[in-house]
């Protein structure tokens, strides 16, 4: 009764494989009243001493706690797979959404410096564009989940005048320090070649943040911003920045 109608045949032809020096490992699916369980079944070869196939072992080992957490193991990730498929889903579609009064906000600021603006709007708009482009790029990068999922966010190698890119950003934090008693100096090695290739929009992602960090916990004094040559070679070009600030700081257990 072990061996189900439908597995008999099997079952003899695994049998007979083994009389002819085969090893057979098969797995069974037994149903005893209302109850399944699972087995692991061996066929192994027995030899005589002239290495002649003399018999055959039959062994029967009950895998059934092993099938379980494997069916289940299947399930979760079954679910996680398809909560990720939802969540892509959910991405995919909101994206032009979000893109769309995004790029809104960078073409009509462009018109606005292109229309004559005041002396003193320039600088405005010009911040007013540099953060909406900046955010535009976080935001793809947050939708483009299958890069982020596998750590694969590339860095782009495109020309940039960081002189301009330092400017920007200390304009941006000069204007948003104006609630607090604070001097936002910057410091710049004017040795720098004007033109450099990298990545200007995760460099000012990782600037403004650590800028920020230093602004949101300096209550009064000063928060600088240095950027210093440190070695130019004929195909690279080693700059160094830090950020430095008179507020509380980072205890040294953290």
Do not use: C
Request: hydrophobic share 35%; charged share 25%; proline share 2%.
């Amino acid at each position: 009764n072990f061996i189900p109608k439908q597995d008999k045949n099997k079952f003899i032809l695994n049998f007979y494989k083994t009389t002819l020096g085969q090893n057979i490992k098969a797995e069974r699916r037994v149903k005893f009243q209302n109850n399944v369980q699972w087995f692991e079944i061996y066929f192994n070869p027995t030899y005589n001493e002239n290495n002649i196939i003399n018999g055959v072992i039959f062994s029967i080992i009950e895998i059934t706690d092993h099938k379980k957490s494997e069916f289940n193991i299947k399930q979760e990730r079954q679910k996680a797979e398809a909560a990720n498929a939802h969540k892509s889903y959910f991405l995919s579609n909101i994206s032009q959404e979000i893109r769309t009064p995004m790029n809104s906000i960078i073409g009509m600021t462009g018109m606005l410096l292109e229309n004559n603006p005041k002396k003193d709007q320039i600088e405005n708009l010009k911040i007013l564009k540099y953060s909406a482009q900046n955010l535009l790029v976080i935001i793809n990068d947050i939708l483009d989940f299958n890069r982020i999922d596998s750590g694969n966010i590339e860095f782009e190698k495109v020309e940039f005048n960081l002189k301009y890119l330092i400017d920007t950003i200390s304009n941006l934090h000069s204007n948003l320090i104006y609630e607090k008693p604070i001097n936002f100096v910057t410091k710049y090695d004017e040795r720098i070649p004007t033109i450099l290739i990298g990545d200007s929009v995760r460099l000012s992602q990782i600037l403004t943040n650590l800028i920020n960090n230093a602004i949101k916990f300096t209550n009064d004094g000063t928060v600088s911003l240095d950027i210093q040559l440190e070695e130019l070679a004929t195909n690279y070009t080693d700059v160094g920045f830090a950020v430095t600030d008179t507020g509380i700081g980072i205890s040294e257990d953290n």
